[in-house]
């Protein structure tokens, strides 16, 4: 055979692809395979721009929060003088309950109505009251 033949490289065609085996070592780890570590840590970097996506994401909900909890916060500053408004007062008798009250000074009304807004008036935790205890009664109640 001539020279001339042998020195001619293939057409890209039939080139043929050597694939070796990767040898594998005792621990199961490729051999000559390089760690995460060994090869470098990829870091995340963080562009001007995804700083400033960032600010935008964390502030807009912020922002929102501000807003709605100044809206809403408006009405909470609102007194009211105490020596503007006099109160009917009850003193709790032993043996009587916050109903039988509601029963004695609004006998037309629904008692449930009326226990609730002693309760919101009175600021009580529950409809649980003690002998000698006085109650403030609602205007609506005290005719």
Do not use: C, H
């Not at 709605?68 to 006099?86: E, F, L, Q, R, W």
């Amino acid at each position: 055979m001539s020279t001339a033949i042998m020195n001619r490289t293939a057409p890209a065609s039939f080139t043929a692809v050597i694939r070796r085996t990767p040898r594998v070592d005792g621990t199961g780890r490729v051999a000559g395979a390089r760690t995460a570590d060994e090869r470098g840590a990829s870091r995340l970097r963080i562009t001007r721009r995804g700083y400033a996506l960032m600010t935008v994401v964390v502030a807009v909900p912020l922002a929102i929060a501000a807003f709605g909890i100044a809206v809403n916060s408006g009405g909470a500053a609102a007194t009211v003088d105490s020596s503007s408004v006099s109160f009917k007062q009850v003193t709790v008798q032993a043996g009587e309950s916050l109903w039988q009250v509601a029963e004695q000074i609004a006998p037309t009304a629904d008692p449930r109505d009326v226990v609730a807004d002693i309760v919101q008036l009175n600021q009580l935790s529950s409809a649980v009251v003690q002998p000698g205890q006085s109650l403030a009664i609602p205007q609506k109640y005290s005719r």
